[in-house]
């Protein structure tokens, strides 16, 4: 069982935002136990459904349905699970650690078939050739934060005075999970196409995770 603590008697300097997975509305607390393994799973008062279902869900079936791009799935993940709007400086860093990764290892897949990647280069050549990949990966994701920050700001119109700068990061970096199969395409060989269609899918985890985030912001404002 996916276990969510009850954070409605817990008064801390981080207080937890709990969130109905229908509407997004905030819940003092998603479920009542009455004694280990017996709980019941409160309602939203706005939407009158079952605020989290997943809470009794494995975690197979939750990754089955961020696979099947379900809004409900990606709500539960990033408010319920991994706190989003609580203290979530630690998951964005280390979540920034493996996205860092794994984009390296997705620029070293694209580059593997040319030349400058060839073992039998001279160890210096490899050292710059290892730099030019860090220094390009890193460029690459300023640029494409700075146009996250500003198109989540003007296009989706996303007011920084509700919504962190953590928040956009930690919600697009979770529904990058698709970049996990480059590990596969690392072990055995996959054609390059591979690689788009993966990029197509991160995409769209990204619009749909952004998606949920605004829906949540509308109903704070």
């Not at 620029?107 to 593997?112: G, N």
């Not at 494409?144 to 919600?171: D, E, H, M, P």
Request: net charge positive; aromatic share 10%.
């Amino acid at each position: 069982m996916n276990a969510v603590r009850d954070k409605s008697s817990d008064v801390s300097e981080h207080r937890r935002l709990l969130r109905c997975v229908n509407c997004a509305r905030e819940m003092p607390s998603l479920y009542v136990q009455y004694s280990p393994g017996n709980i019941r799973l409160m309602k939203c008062e706005y939407c009158r459904a079952v605020a989290d279902p997943y809470i009794e869900c494995e975690f197979m079936i939750i990754l089955i349905d961020l696979i099947l791009h379900k809004r409900k799935a990606y709500r539960h993940l990033l408010f319920n699970m991994l706190n989003l709007g609580g203290d979530d400086k630690e998951v964005v860093w280390k979540s920034s650690l493996l996205y860092f990764i794994l984009d390296v290892c997705r620029y070293y897949l694209l580059r593997s078939s040319e030349a400058c990647f060839d073992s039998s280069t001279h160890i210096m050549m490899s050292i710059l050739t290892c730099g030019k990949v860090l220094l390009n990966v890193i460029l690459g994701n300023l640029i494409f934060i700075s146009v996250l920050f500003l198109g989540t700001r003007f296009l989706l119109k996303l007011s920084f005075n509700t919504v962190s700068y953590s928040q956009i990061l930690l919600a697009v970096l979770i529904s990058t999970y698709f970049r996990l199969y480059l590990i596969a395409m690392l072990v055995w060989e996959f054609p390059s196409s591979v690689l788009y269609i993966i990029d197509l899918l991160v995409l769209s985890s990204n619009a749909l995770a952004l998606g949920g985030l605004q829906s949540n912001i509308k109903h704070k404002t």
